[in-house]
């Protein structure tokens, strides 16, 4: 079956760093995808991964390891205003549907 | 102008109800989607439209009734729901394009059926 996992719940502190980690198991891989949504707010585009290796984009990064079937999200110099859910997706090549994890709801406390 | 925007942002119908949700994209993109988001549950595609023609129904009930009348605007439809179709739904829209998928959504009708 299809199947992405991401851990329900973080806490960090303002100022840190924070991982999240994404694995994920589906019969074909076209790319994947981070999403950010904040409580009762649209789910934003983060990031999109579709070869291996690590692309930052200012505070943000995103690695992927096709091989192992995961990825990360990587928050640097956390602010409040991070405290979200973050949401993984992965394209695997099924006519636009992709398949989502539950998300991670991620709290930063100052 | 945000890029995508949906209305209304919340919505109360009983079971007998015939309302409809409507999504609006000012971002020239060539597809649109609906989504339902419920709690701890992932998001659950709906309907695809691309270029106006549907291309992807996952076996929603027909109780929900798409519409995509051009490229820019989309409807959800909603006649004699249940409870269970309690839920955010969001409105998507993307290029479409391979290499360029990615989603831009809307805000979301907060909808409760009672």
């Known amino acids: 079956g299809q199947n992405i996992d991401q851990p329900t719940e973080m806490t960090a502190t303002e100022g840190a760093i924070v991982q999240i980690n994404c694995t994920y198991q589906?019969?074909?891989?076209?790319?994947l995808f981070w999403y950010q949504q904040h409580a009762g707010e649209a789910p934003t585009f983060l990031s999109y991964?579709?070869l291996d290796g690590l692309e930052e984009k200012g505070r943000f990064s995103s690695f992927l390891s096709r091989s192992k079937g995961y990825s990360y999200l990587l928050l640097k110099e956390l602010q409040m205003k991070d405290s979200a859910s973050y949401l993984c997706a992965v394209d695997a090549g099924n006519n636009r549907k992709l398949i989502w994890g539950l998300g991670t709801s991620l709290a930063v406390n100052p | 102008e945000t890029g995508v925007t949906q209305t209304p942002r919340h919505l109360v119908m009983g079971m007998t109800n015939k309302k409809s949700l409507k999504c609006e994209q000012h971002?020239?993109?060539?597809?649109m989607y609906w989504y339902k988001q419920s709690a701890k549950k992932p998001l659950e595609l709906m309907f695809v439209?691309?270029?106006?023609?549907?291309?992807e129904n996952n076996s929603v009930p027909s109780r929900f009734s798409p519409e995509c009348p051009n490229s820019s605007h989309l409807f959800l439809h909603l006649h004699t729901l249940q409870p269970e179709d309690s839920a955010l739904y969001l409105c998507?829209?993307?290029?479409?394009?391979?290499?360029?998928?990615?989603?831009?959504f809307g805000s979301g009708t907060q909808l409760s059926v009672l």
């Open positions: 998507a829209s993307s290029q479409d394009r391979q290499g360029d998928e990615k989603l831009f």
């Open positions: 991964n579709v």
């Open positions: 589906t019969s074909g891989f076209n790319g």
């Open positions: 971002l020239g993109h060539n597809a």
């Open positions: 439209y691309s270029l106006e023609e549907r291309v």
